[in-house]
């Protein structure tokens, strides 16, 4: 049974502040991070903050994600009621990334962690500070794409160390969201979206002759450009690529080329008259029914039901060729849980990764967050995400492309560019360059 089992969000402006190398490379990325004194504190064995109190363990529940804050602590409230001897100190922290550097700088690894599946996770990782869970029973009954993509993240061009340094906890996905209604008055059907390129960009053209405004477009806020990049290039770009582009043997001219193409093509003929909207108000010009398509992921569902709770939404897949077998959804593993590589309440931080993990907890907290569970029988927390259920259930599922790609990379406004100019030669060159300003600055082996 799941629930006796032994044991990178990609959302709104989210920034993944971390890129470099591992072991003795440690020094690049630690400078880099302002974590240089990491690296003797691994060195040194890094001790858990939990702490023994007349026979009571009080573990440090280091939590990242903000929109789940009162979830988390109020599981924490209900394992202690069942554990008189463990106690959970929760630390939500609103800067996640800075936040957990910062402690691992003071030799403040926490016992349990939630963290997002992208880079700074996967440079973590190869660091060394989290517990490594690659043969851990519970890993056959995971949903294979999600661990997948937390192995693939562990920054490592070494294939037998991308290991499961963290258990996928919940999934998201970027692709579209579809405005049931909209749909339906133009004649089309909603719970059948286009499944090819082609077959995409003709419903588009359909939208446009009927006066509806096939796709609301949010520039103002240049991240959310980030997610049709990911939802069409994941099906183009294998993540094995981006090993090729780290050693020089191929460039962004060789893996984005297309998606450059794609992506101007949807912003200079299918968006509204001014696509200079923030993400605030497209949810909102989308749930009062102005446009067909949201561009984004599953983490705008809430937010359009905010504005109307009764909406009927449904999420696609973004199609990237023609040919519908080759489609993978790009998702992420929103949350994933692991326990300080170096604690000193190992089994304490296990009981309440167990708990956490039970099947009951993991598809409430589906429910709540409107995410993906993370077991081979996938739940969704949300109807609108059934669209999507069969690539879950099938494990074709592909990780965001930004995750390899150095944070410090203003991706988000070169992207902007390019849908405003059209030019994707100067994209592509604007994206090289300053990869290649980043990698000349890692240290190698």
């Known amino acids: 049974m799941k629930c006796d089992s032994p044991i990178d969000r990609h959302d709104p402006g989210a920034a993944h502040r971390l890129r470099g190398p591992r072991g003795p490379r440690l020094k690049s990325l630690l400078t880099r991070a302002s974590a240089a004194c990491c690296a003797l504190a691994v060195g040194l064995g890094l001790a858990?903050?939990?702490?023994?109190?007349?026979?009571?363990?009080?573990?440090?529940?280091?939590?990242?994600?903000?929109?789940?804050?009162?979830?988390?602590?109020?599981?924490?409230?209900?394992?202690?009621?069942?554990?008189?001897?463990?106690?959970?100190?929760?630390?939500?922290?609103?800067?996640?990334?800075?936040?957990?550097?910062t402690r691992l700088v003071k030799n403040r690894e926490p016992d349990v962690i939630t963290v997002n599946g992208a880079i700074t996770f996967g440079l973590l990782a190869e660091a060394g500070v989290f517990h490594d869970f690659t043969d851990d029973p519970i890993v056959d009954e995971l949903n294979p794409g999600m661990v997948n993509i937390a192995k693939s993240l562990v920054q490592t061009t070494d294939p037998a160390k991308k290991r499961l340094y963290a258990i996928p906890y919940s999934g998201n996905a970027s692709g579209y969201i579809i405005n049931v209604d909209v749909w339906e008055a133009a004649g089309e059907d909603?719970?059948?979206?286009?499944?090819?390129?082609?077959?995409?960009?003709?419903?588009?053209?359909?939208?446009?002759?009927?006066?509806?405004?096939?796709?609301?477009?949010?520039?103002?806020?240049?991240?959310?450009?980030?997610?049709?990049?990911?939802?069409?290039?994941?099906?183009?770009?294998?993540?094995?690529?981006?090993?090729?582009?780290?050693?020089?043997?191929?460039?962004?001219?060789?893996?984005?080329?297309?998606?450059?193409?794609?992506?101007?093509?949807?912003?200079?003929?299918?968006?509204?008259?001014?696509?200079?909207?923030?993400?605030?108000?497209?949810?909102?010009?989308?749930?009062?029914?102005?446009?067909?398509?949201?561009?984004?992921?599953?983490?705008a569902i809430p937010q359009v039901r905010l504005i109307d709770e009764d909406i009927k939404l449904r999420f696609a897949q973004m199609p990237a060729t023609d040919d519908a077998d080759e489609q993978l959804l790009t998702a992420g593993d929103d949350v994933m849980l692991t326990i300080g590589a170096h604690t000193k309440h190992y089994d304490e931080a296990r009981e309440f990764v167990d708990f956490l993990m039970n099947d009951e907890n993991v598809k409430d907290y589906s429910k709540a967050q409107s995410s993906f569970s993370p077991y081979k029988?996938?739940?969704?927390?949300?109807?609108?995400?059934?669209?999507?259920?069969?690539?879950?259930?099938?494990?074709?599922?592909?990780?965001?492309?930004?995750?390899?790609?150095?944070?410090?990379?203003?991706?988000?406004?070169?992207?902007?560019?390019?849908?405003?100019?059209?030019?994707?030669?100067?994209?592509?060159?604007?994206?090289?360059?300053?990869?290649?300003?980043?990698?000349?600055?890692n240290f190698r082996k």
Not at 57 to 68: P, R
Not at 196 to 223: C, M, N, Q, Y
Request: with cysteine; glycine share 6%; aromatic share 12%.
């Open 190 to 299: 909603p719970y059948n979206p286009p499944t090819t390129w082609s077959e995409f960009i003709e419903l588009l053209e359909r939208f446009k002759s009927k006066g509806i405004t096939p796709v609301e477009a949010s520039t103002a806020d240049p991240w959310t450009l980030q997610a049709p990049l990911s939802s069409l290039n994941s099906t183009l770009v294998p993540e094995s690529e981006y090993v090729s582009l780290k050693d020089g043997s191929k460039t962004f001219d060789d893996l984005w080329t297309t998606v450059s193409d794609q992506l101007v093509e949807i912003y200079q003929n299918y968006v509204q008259a001014n696509p200079a909207v923030t993400y605030q108000q497209a949810t909102q010009d989308f749930a009062a029914g102005k446009a067909a398509i949201l561009p984004l992921g599953t983490y």
């Open 48 to 101: 858990g903050c939990g702490a023994d109190t007349a026979g009571t363990v009080t573990l440090d529940f280091f939590q990242y994600k903000s929109e789940a804050a009162a979830w988390f602590t109020a599981k924490a409230r209900e394992f202690e009621k069942t554990h008189q001897n463990i106690k959970v100190n929760v630390n939500n922290s609103s800067d996640a990334d800075t936040d957990l550097r």
């Open 377 to 441: 029988e996938t739940y969704v927390g949300n109807d609108a995400l059934e669209g999507v259920l069969d690539f879950y259930q099938a494990g074709r599922l592909t990780d965001f492309c930004d995750h390899y790609v150095p944070s410090s990379i203003n991706i988000a406004g070169f992207l902007q560019t390019l849908i405003t100019s059209g030019d994707t030669g100067r994209f592509l060159d604007s994206m090289q360059t300053e990869y290649d300003k980043i990698e000349a600055r």
